[in-house]
RNA sequence: GCAUGGAUAGCUCAGUGGUAGAGCGGCUCGUUUACACCGAGUUGGUCGGGGGUUCGAAUCCCUCUCCGUGCACCA
């Protein structure tokens, strides 16, 4: 045991038992120790963006698991804690783009091509992708860092493919023209999470149409957008609304282009609220999901089966026509005066036009919602674009599973947000147009349909091709085969057959197939592109391969050690902003592909705000380095600070002031600890540590501190157990701090300044208990400092290797004394009370030095209610800095002198000629009006019938003995007044 | 509009029917040999408003206001 330095140096402890533990391979988890008496548990890590750096939020979400982690070991469990990135296909070209168009090497992505500017996003990716994952190592996380994660790994790419094609397989998997949200600055579909809905000041602009047929009616219909009026398709009305329901079937003419104004159908559609606007509704099928939706119906209503064939025509002849360039600006369809426009431009000059061909009856200001794109932020656009469509799978056990409490979500409330999420699943847009991530593993060839058998593929393929083509068109039978392509072990392709029926070909006999071809193997892949297939260029979802995460990370498909052991795992920790993303999603791959949950319980955080509430932001500056405030105040305050800021379900205001704190305990601990080493022993035992306590020397303020002890295991415990980490991290403050420090180290100075050896020894065995369990109770929280002083101080030199010699980490985490052992040490639990009415007494004796204004040593008189053994007087008067405290069952007052009334008994504090007699007398005027309000207050309650006839038994005698107390106070404080004259 | 969380001391929060609490901050005092990143004392609240149930309400019910979040709608 050597000597702990005067102060802490947090930056130096804490990378030297970083580098021990990797060192010792204390984090790296190994499935073939798991057994019936060691169970695994396990985490997967929410994986960061791979060009990410480290924020407050990933410094709570990851001390937390780091927390779970921790305790797990110290519990006698074989942890897996499995870390990872994420390659955030849009954010991460996004900001590669930007990077290179920085320095000039490009203008705009194409300038590379989709092969130059992949290998640019590995190069980035190489540079900086571990820069996160470092970070969390200073933060002090026992990630498994042998089993580091990439979601573009060869392996891990290879499962997402897998996922595809069999999902396509299985017909969930769906390539079909939609409306989705685009973006025309990422030039791609994003999902509907990643559009954020902002209130926006914007114009409602009036134009007039006349009515082909009734030459004196025209309608008045309003719009946000009069750019996309060239792409309207038909006019819509209720077919209830009276003030047009005589209209329908007639026709008006659409203003724009002005050298193209078409004649449009105006059409019912129940859907139309007589009540917003005017009741009329312009149809812009290519531009709003709602319009095509209107477009969809049309051909269903009864009133279309009522028309003449022209009008039959003009309904059936509505398409969607997209006025608009992927980037946002107009194409020629929007006519000559907006070609070519900004939509934003068009916008304005549209309504000139409206207004320069007299249509345009008012402009009006108009508050309204518009979508923009999270990571862009610009207003989407609604487009109607090819794109890959998922039907989520195993839906109904992912949605049972946490409504019946299998699954549990702390706090509760989340498993509704999920249950109504699951209620309404749309299918899920799995493509984006964009070149980092993985690529669709789908390869297609459009071939003549007499040609099947020569589409270069092995003859037995192409046969078994033209079989299935010829069935499916002669009798509709199947039209896919699932086919080795390479004979190689493992491998297949799955064609679909999907009929191209262009109008000048003379179908049936003549029409083109488009071959869909899905594989994972690269081999296939080969094969198909040598005989002209091309792969679809859209990649997937970063959600596509994040929600295979739990298990992808384990080696699926090959059933390995490591899912065998640690799937499901045990807990998740992330973001309630996530819950659909990716909660949910992984609930469902994992029931599809494990066959069971993914997870057994998921924690979702709050999210970091500054100290004013406002969300952490770039732009605001408010979020602040986690890395900077490491170096300032270290890793365990930080951690610390952050925990004890946590509440289970609320957001978390961060303020450095918590941090700081976290600091301030950390010295408060390590000073604690040098204060015991500096104490001398008689009989030390290994290491230093005194070894056993002997029950017949136990004081009552080592009793005391002994139940406290046991009271913080078990708070502690529950609170981790349910997840509550700041109430865990008060209760470890509250113990340390004002129980252990405060009370109990200033109580234990009286026996280790006095002379008693065997006292003192046992006094310090009792302290080496309290701080060996105290240690590995705030191992999980002060992972470096714990570790430091359970070396420093000697607590592992009597532990097995395995459970705490080598490391706090592995020591067993503290139990409470269980009732046998309490019996051994002669402890009771009213020796609790023994203490407390000693520490009250302090109380009240400092408050009168206070109220006279003494801060030096000065003597006491304590006339007691019973007798005290010498030793308690002892420890009063150190507690009481009492020099000397005089015990007087005898002692008669000098009118004037200060007292108090303590559990012990009356307290004086005699200033013999110094005592300012009106000063008394106001102080204890003022204690009498206190205690005679509450006394009045209980007398009333008793004197009320209604009170006591109703109230049950235990409470009216708890009133009763109030009354009591208040009474005897009452009149000792007379009588104290009194002697005052 | 629907759902959901919140409002308690200057700040951050505990407190689910029985005497309103903690930490921080503020103020006063203090170099007593672990610690001034400390110690002692002390000051702070008609528990968001209104109504109801009850002997008794911060706590249960109704209602309103404000703040937050999610979903839907948004011509």
Same mark, same amino acid.
């Given at each position: ?22 060192a ?7 499935p ?18 791979v060009?990410? +750096? ?10 937390? #698991? ?9 519990l ?19 900001a ?49 860092w ?18 595809? =094609? ?18 025309? !600055? ?15 000041n914007s ?11 009734? @030459? ?5 219909? &309003?719009?946000?957008?009069?750019e ?28 724009? @282009?002005?050298e ?18 005017t009741?009329?509704?312009? =149809? ?45 600006t ?31 009856v008012?402009?009006?200001p ?5 979508g ?14 090819? $794109? ?13 599973? !946490? ?51 020569? %589409? ?25 085969l ?73 080696? *699926? ?20 902003? +996530?819950?659909?993303? *990716? ?9 599809e ?16 705000r ?18 900077? +405030?490491?170096?300032?105040y ?8 952050i925990?004890?800021?946590? @509440?289970?379900g ?11 704190? &976290? ?20 009989? #030390? ?11 017949? %020397? ?31 991290t ?58 430091? %002083? ?11 290797e ?15 004394l ?29 408050g ?20 005290? @053994? ?17 015990v ?7 009118? &004037? ?44 309650k ?18 009763? $003995? ?10 000792? %404080? ?8």
């Amino acid at each position: 045991m050597s000597e702990l330095s005067k102060t802490y140096t947090p930056a130096e402890v804490e990378e030297r038992w970083y580098a021990q533990w990797i060192a010792d391979g204390a984090f790296t988890a190994d499935p073939s120790r798991v057994s019936a008496t060691r169970p695994a548990y396990s985490i997967v890590i929410p994986p960061p963006n791979v060009t990410g +750096i480290l924020t407050l939020g990933h410094v709570l979400n990851n001390t937390i #698991q780091d927390i779970l982690a921790r305790r797990a070991r110290m519990l006698g469990k074989e942890v897996l804690w499995l870390p990872g990135t994420d390659h955030a296909g849009i954010a991460t070209q996004n900001a590669v783009e930007k990077a290179l168009r920085k320095e000039g090497a490009i203008k705009h992505r194409d300038d590379l091509g989709r092969e130059k500017l992949v290998e640019k996003i590995w190069e980035w990716k190489d540079k900086y992708g571990g820069i996160i994952l470092q970070q969390l190592k200073k933060l002090g996380a026992s990630c498994d860092w042998s089993r580091t994660r990439f979601t573009m790994d060869p392996d891990y790419s290879r499962c997402v493919q897998r996922v595809f =094609v069999d999902l396509y397989k299985k017909g969930l998997i769906y390539r079909g023209k939609r409306m989705v949200n685009w973006c025309p !600055v990422a030039l791609s579909a994003i999902s509907d999470e990643e559009v954020i809905p902002k209130a926006q000041n914007s114009s409602m602009y009036y134009f007039k149409v006349q009515v082909i047929e009734e @030459p004196d009616t025209w309608l008045t219909i &309003g719009t946000t957008r009069p750019e996309v009026i060239p792409g309207d398709q038909a006019i819509a009305v209720n077919p209830k609304d009276p003030r047009y329901a005589h209209l329908i079937g007639k026709h008006v003419r659409r203003p724009l @282009p002005v050298e193209n104004q078409e004649k449009l159908l105006i059409i019912p559609d129940e859907h139309v609220d007589v009540t917003f606007g005017t009741g009329v509704l312009k =149809v812009t099928p290519a531009h709003d999901k709602a319009d095509l939706e209107i477009l969809y119906r049309r051909l269903g209503t009864e009133w279309a089966r009522t028309l003449d064939s022209f009008t039959l025509r003009d309904l059936q002849s509505m398409k969607p026509v997209d006025v608009m360039n992927p980037n946002g600006t107009m194409n020629e369809l929007a006519g000559k005066d907006l070609v070519g426009l900004d939509r934003f431009a068009a916008r304005k000059r549209a309504a000139e036009l409206l207004a320069e061909i007299g249509s345009l009856v008012k402009e009006e200001p108009y508050q309204n919602n518009v979508g923009y794109s999270e990571r862009a932020d610009v207003p989407i656009e609604s487009r109607l674009s090819e $794109q890959w469509f998922l039907k989520y799978p195993s839906t109904q056990p992912s949605q049972d599973v !946490v409504a019946k409490g299998d699954m549990r979500f702390f706090p509760e409330r989340w498993s509704k947000v999920y249950d109504h999420w699951m209620g309404g699943l749309q299918d899920w847009c799995v493509s984006r147009q964009l070149w980092w991530g993985h690529r669709v593993p789908i390869w297609v060839k459009t071939i003549h349909c007499n040609e099947v058998a020569n %589409l270069g593929l092995p003859n037995e393929v192409a046969t078994k091709l033209s079989v299935v083509a010829n069935h499916a068109t002669n009798d509709g039978g199947e039209n896919e085969l699932s086919v080795s392509l390479s004979t190689k072990e493992g491998c297949s392709t799955f064609f679909r057959l999907m009929m191209a029926v262009d109008a000048n070909e003379g179908y049936p006999s003549n029409f083109h197939w488009e071959i869909y071809a899905a594989t994972d193997s690269p081999e296939e892949s080969a094969i198909l592109e040598a005989a002209g297939f091309t792969q679809d260029p859209d990649v997937l979802d970063t959600w596509f391969s994040s929600w295979l995460w739990p298990f992808a990370t384990m080696g *699926w498909p090959e059933q390995t050690g490591d899912l065998k052991a640690f799937y499901p795992t045990t807990d998740l920790v992330t973001g309630p902003d +996530i819950i659909f993303f *990716w909660v949910a999603r992984m609930i469902m791959a994992g029931y599809e592909y494990m066959g069971e949950m993914p997870f057994k319980n998921v924690y979702f955080t709050g999210i970091i705000r500054d100290k004013q509430g406002r969300k952490m932001s770039k732009s605001l500056g408010n979020s602040p380095d986690p890395l900077e +405030i490491i170096a300032k105040y270290s890793a365990d305050a930080l951690r610390f600070g952050i925990m004890r800021s946590a @509440p289970l379900g609320q957001d978390i205001l961060f303020d450095e002031k918590n941090v700081e704190l &976290g600091r301030n305990f950390c010295t408060k601990l390590w000073n604690a600890a040098r204060f015991r080493q500096m104490q001398s022993s008689t009989e #030390q035992g290994a290491g230093g540590m005194e070894q056993e306590i002997n029950p017949a %020397l136990l004081s009552s303020d080592d009793k005391w501190i002994l139940l406290r002890l046991n009271n913080a295991i078990t708070e502690v415990s529950t609170a981790l157990d349910e997840y509550r980490f700041s109430d865990a991290t008060q209760t470890l403050y509250r113990f340390f701090w004002t129980e252990y420090c405060d009370w109990y180290v200033e109580a234990s100075k009286a026996v280790l300044q006095g002379t008693d050896d065997k006292r003192k020894a046992n006094t310090l065995a009792v302290i080496d208990f309290v701080l060996g369990h105290t240690l590995r109770l705030f191992h999980p929280f002060l992972p470096f400092i714990t570790e430091e %002083l359970w070396h420093g101080m000697g607590f592992n030199a009597d532990m097995p290797e395995n459970q705490g010699g080598k490391s706090i980490m592995f020591a067993p985490w503290p139990k409470p004394l269980d009732k046998d052992e309490l019996a051994h040490f002669g402890i009771l639990p009213e020796d609790e009370q023994a203490a407390n009415d000693k520490y009250k007494t302090v109380e009240l004796g400092r408050g009168l030095k206070s109220t006279f204004n003494i801060s030096k040593k000065v003597r006491f008189v304590l006339k007691p209610a019973s007798e005290l @053994p010498a030793h308690e007087i002892e420890v009063l008067r150190i507690l009481l800095n009492a020099e000397p405290l005089d015990v007087d069952a005898a002692f008669t007052p000098k009118k &004037g002198t200060p007292a108090s009334l303590t559990p012990l008994g009356e307290l004086f504090l005699p200033l013999d000629g110094i005592i300012d007699v009106d000063a008394e007398r106001a102080r204890v005027t003022k204690e009498i009006a206190k205690v005679e309000a509450e006394l009045a207050k209980v007398k009333a309650k008793l004197a009320d019938e209604n009170f006591t006839s109703k109230v049950p038994q235990k409470v009216l005698d708890e009133h009763k $003995q109030r009354e009591a107390d208040w009474s005897a106070q009452f009149e000792k %404080l007379k009588v104290m007044l009194e002697a005052l004259g």
